[in-house]
Nanobody, 122 residues
Framework: QIQLTESGGGVVRPGGSLRLSCSGSGGDFTLFAMGWYRQATGKQRELVAGISRRGDTIYQPPVEGRFTISRDNAKSTLYLQMDNLQSDDTAVYYC????????????????WGQGTQVTVST
């Protein structure tokens, strides 16, 4: 079990940057594969990027090359560095954790944060 708390959202102009953070508590952060998901108004929640327990990463094509997912196990914190933000990136961003038995898996888990709003607008 783990509790997740996101922070770092806000309003930014196109081409700008934000860094999201997700702090884990109440469990051993190193046992969880982690991911960032987003949900825009009227759309389904979708995977943005994921990271395994050992640090392998995956990205969805729309964000590859612009977003970077990372984790600091000593701080029990997940990050998403978002650069060159575009209007299509506007959404609520959610942190997700999956308790996996292997260090290489990247899957969606059952633990979610409350979400943080990212708005890209002129």
């Amino acid at each position: 079990q783990i509790q997740l708390t996101e922070s770092g959202g806000g309003v930014v102009r196109p081409g700008g940057s934000l860094r999201l953070s997700c702090s884990g508590s109440g469990g051993d952060f190193t046992l969880f594969a982690m991911g960032w998901y987003r949900q825009a108004t009227g759309k389904q929640r979708e995977l943005v990027a994921g990271i395994s327990r050992r640090g392998d990463t995956i990205y969805q094509p729309p964000v590859e090359g612009r977003f970077t997912i990372s984790r600091d196990n000593a701080k029990s914190t997940l990050y998403l560095q978002m650069d060159n933000l575009q209007s299509d990136d506007t959404a609520v961003y959610y942190c997700n954790a999956a308790n996996t038995g292997t260090t290489t898996s990247i899957i969606m888990g059952t633990y979610w944060g409350q979400g943080t709003q990212v708005t890209v607008s002129t």
